[in-house]
């Protein structure tokens, strides 16, 4: 079973506004079965960055681990 096929096949029909309704409610309720699948969307976000765009989100991760 490839769980990152699972994710993405069942996220990529979902509108913007579903994808972002999954990630707040990750955040909000702080469930950690949510964890692989938040992993998984910043893995597939991250391969289509340019450096730049990588740069900027490595801002706003240390902007939140501080």
């Known amino acids: 079973m490839d769980i990152r096929r699972i994710i993405l096949d069942n996220l990529k029909n979902r ?9 707040q409610e990750a955040v909000d309720t702080k469930e950690e079965n ?14 289509k ?5 990588k740069n900027n989100m490595m801002d706003y991760i240390m902007r939140g681990i501080r």
Do not use: Q, R, V, Y
């Open 15 to 23: 509108s913007k506004d579903d994808i972002k309704g999954f990630i």
């Open 49 to 53: 960055m340019n450096d730049g765009e």
């Open 34 to 47: 949510a964890i692989p699948g938040l992993g998984i969307i910043f893995e597939a976000a991250w391969e």
